[in-house]
C-alpha cells in the first residue's frame, strides 16, 4: 500500500480531536465521533491488508518534520501492515462498541478528545522510520492514552493508576532512546534504513538487546514491567480498554520485533535465553496474578501479562531457531507469535466490552456482586462465554490455534545444538503448559461467578442487556474468533511474507492442504483440522439435545435440585470467586504473593457475622519498586537544598557542571 494514504487516515485522525475539543457540548457528539473514527479505522484497516497481501507494494515517504537534518521518515513493509490491521480492526469494533457504550459515559469530555488522536499515536509508531518520528510517535500515544486512564479522576485509586503509569512509560522511553543511540552509533544515523547497516560489537548488540526489552516490555507487560498495567487497563473507560490491553501491548510487540529482528542484524543463540525466560516466567506469574482477582477488569488485565509471556517465548524460540540455522522452524515460532498477537487482541477486546457492558447495567466491576447474568443478559453472556473459550484455549476457537503453533515449535528444540537452549526450552513448554491450564480454570471462574448460579445482589438481580451497537461488536470479534479457529490456514498464509523478511523461511502453504487442514511442518507429525473439530462439536452437541429433548421418556418427574448440601435458596450459598480460587491461592499463592487468609468468628451468642479477609502482597513491586522509590525519595530529599542556593551559587554550579562536560569531551577516545 502507498503510505501517503494511510498518512491521510492518520491527519484525519488527529483533526478529530480538536474538532471534538471544540464542540463537545453539542449533542450526540459522541456518536458523531465514534461514527467518524469507525470508518477511518476501517480504511486503514483495509489500507493494512491491502498492503499485507501485496507486499510488493511497500513505500516510504520522508515529511519535512522533526530534526532539520533527518526529515520525518514513514515506511510501511509487511510487518507494518500486520500490526496496522491489528490496531484499526481493534479501533473499528472499540468504535463500534462506544456508540453505544458511550452514551453511559459519566466523563464524555474527557474522553472524546483523546480516543481519535490514541488511535491516530498508535498508528503513527506502526509507519515510524526513524529513531525520532518513532519515539515522538511512541510518547505522543502514550501520553494520549494516560489521558484516557485518568479521564476517570474522581474514582478511587485512577489517579495512582495514571502516575505509575506515567512514571514506567517515560521509563520505558528512555530505554528506547538509548537503544537507538547505539544503533545509530558515532554518525548518528538515526533512521532505519541506516540502523540495518550497523555492524555492532557483540557487547552492544546485548546491550541493545536488553534495552529493547526493557523499552517494549514495560510497554507490553512483560514480568517485571508490568506493575502498571493491571492499575490502569481497568481503570479507563471500557471501549479504551479493550484497545489498551488488546492492542497497544501489540504496538510494543512490534517495537521489540522491529528492533530484535530487523535492525539489530544477525542474532546470537544466547539472544533468545532471556526472552524465553522472562515469557514462561511473565506468562505463569500473570495467570496466577489473575486467579486471584475479584474484579473483572484487572482478571482481564492480568490475563494480559499472561498472553504477553506467550508471544515473548514464540519469538524468543523464533530468534533461538533462527540462530541455530532453523529456517523452517523459526517460521513457525515466529508465525505462531504473531498469529497469537492476531488472536489476542480479538478476544482480549470482547472480554473488555463484555466486562462494560456488565459494569454499565450493573455499576460493579466485583465478580462477588454478580451473579445469574445469563437470565437477564443471554446475548452478553454468549459473546462473553465465546471469548472465555478462546481465551482459554479451547477448540474450535483461534487461541487453541495459535497456542498449539507454539508448542509444535517448542517440540523442534530437540534438534538444537546449544545445551543451554536444550535445558530451558522445555521447562519453557511446561510453564506455558501451566499457565494454558490455569488460563481455563481462571475464566470457568471469571465466567461461572459472574454469569451463572442466582443473582447476589440487587444490582445482578436488575440487569438488563445492552443496546444493539454494543453487542454487534461483541459478535462481530466472536465471530472473528470463530473464523480464525475453523480456517487459520488463511491467517497463516497471509503471515508468511513477514516471516519471510525476518526469519528467512515461511511456514508451508496451507490453504491449498485438504479440507483446510494446518500442518505445521509436515503431516506426519501433527496436523490440525479446525473446521472438522468444529462440525464435529456441532454435530454431536445438536444430536445430544435432540435425543435429549425428543427421544427420552416424556414423564413428567420433579425433583428437588442437588443443594451440595445446602438446602436454603439463599445466593450466600453459591461459590464465591474467592472460594473458587482457594485450592490454587493455597498452592501458589502463599508463596508466591504472600497470601494471608485472616478470620474473625465472633464469640457465642453475638449476632455479628464471621468475616473471611484475604490478603495478597506482590512480591515484584516490594522487592524492586518499592526500595527504588524510597531511594529516589532519599535522593531527592538530599537534593532540596539546591532549591535555596542563592543567585551567585546557581552559576557556580552551572559552570562546574560545564567544565565537567568540557573534561568528559576531551578525554573521550
Known sequence: MTVIYALYGIAALLLLAPVVALLGGLPRISDILYGSVLVVAAALCAFGLNGLLLPAQSSTVVLP???????????????SSFFIVVVNLGGVTASLFALGYGRHESEPRRVLPFYPAYLAGMNLVLLANDAFSFLVSWE?????????????????????????????????????????????????????????????????????????????????????????????????PSHVSGLMSGVM????????????????????????????????????????????QNDLKRVLAYSTIENIGIIFAALGLALAFKAEDMPTAAALAFTAGLFHVFN???????????????????????????????????????????????????????????????FQAILQSPQVASWGLKLIVPAVGALLALS?????TCFVRAFGISFLGRARTAAASNAEEVDVSSLAAMYVLAALCLMAGT??????????????????????????????????????????????????????GSIGAFAIHRLASDRLRRGPAWDCGYPDASPAT????????????????????????????????????????????????????????????????????????????????????????????????
Open 249 to 292: 501491548t501489540k504496538v510494543a510487540i512490534y517495537g521489540f520485533i522491529r528492533i530484535v529482528f530487523d535492525l539489530l542484524g544477525t542474532p546470537d543463540w544466547w539472544w533468545s535465553l532471556p526472552i524465553l525466560g522472562l515469557g514462561g516466567i511473565t506468562a505463569t506469574l500473570g495467570v496466577l496474578y489473575a486467579l486471584m
Open 574 to 669: 453459591q461459590y464465591t470467586a474467592s472460594g473458587f480460587a482457594q485450592p490454587i491461592r493455597r498452592v501458589f499463592g502463599a508463596s508466591i504473593f504472600q497470601a494471608r487468609e485472616t478470620s474473625v468468628m465472633p464469640g457465642p451468642g453475638s449476632i455479628a457475622p464471621a468475616t473471611l479477609a484475604v490478603s495478597l502482597r506482590d512480591p515484584i513491586w516490594d522487592s524492586i519498586f518499592t526500595p527504588v522509590a524510597s531511594f529516589v525519595s532519599f535522593i531527592a530529599d538530599r537534593l532540596n537544598i539546591l532549591q535555596f542556593l542563592t543567585i551567585r551559587r546557581y552559576l557556580s554550579l552551572v559552570m562546574a557542571a560545564l567544565v565537567l562536560l568540557l573534561l568528559m569531551l576531551a578525554i573521550w577516545p
Open 487 to 540: 480456517i487459520p490456514g488463511l491467517f497463516i498464509d497471509t503471515l508468511a511474507p513477514i516471516s519471510h523478511a525476518l526469519v528467512g523461511s515461511m511456514m508451508p502453504h496451507q490453504t491449498g492442504l485438504e479440507w483446510l487442514t494446518i500442518v505445521p511442518i509436515a503431516e506426519s507429525r501433527s496436523s490440525y483440522n479446525g473446521l472438522l473439530v468444529f462440525v464435529f462439536v456441532t454435530l454431536s
Open 344 to 406: 489476542h487482541s480479538l478476544f482480549k477486546s470482547l472480554l473488555f466490552f463484555g466486562a462494560g457492558a456488565v459494569l454499565t447495567t450493573t455499576n460493579t466491576r466485583d465478580i462477588e456482586q454478580l451473579g445469574g447474568l445469563i437470565h437477564r443478559m443471554p446475548q452478553t453472556a454468549l459473546a462473553f462465554l465465546i471469548g472465555c473459550a478462546a481465551i482459554s484455549a479451547l477448540p474450535p476457537f483461534n487461541g487453541f490455534v495459535s497456542e498449539w503453533l507454539v
Open 140 to 236: 505522543f500515544m502514550s501520553l494520549t492514552s494516560w489521558a484516557l486512564v485518568i479521564a476517570h479522576h474522581r474514582e478511587p485509586g485512577t489517579l495512582r493508576a495514571g502516575y505509575v503509569y506515567l512514571l514506567m512509560a517515560g521509563f520505558g522511553t528512555l530505554a528506547l532512546l538509548l537503544a537507538f543511540g547505539l544503533l545509530a552509533g558515532p554518525a548518528g544515523h538515526y533512521d532505519f534504513d541506516s540502523m540495518h547497516n550497523a555492524h555492532l560489537t557483540v557487547g552492544l548488540a546485548a546491550l541493545v538487546l536488553v534495552l529493547a526489552l526493557i523499552g517494549t516490555g514495560s510497554k507490553a507487560g512483560l514480568v517485571p514491567l508490568h506493575v502498571w498495567l493491571p492499575l490502569a487497563h481497568p481503570a479507563a
Open 65 to 79: 518534520l522533526g530534526l532539520p537534518w533527518l526529515g520525518a521518515h514513514f515506511h510501511v513493509d509487511a510487518l
Open 436 to 440: 494454558a491450564a490455569l488460563a481455563a
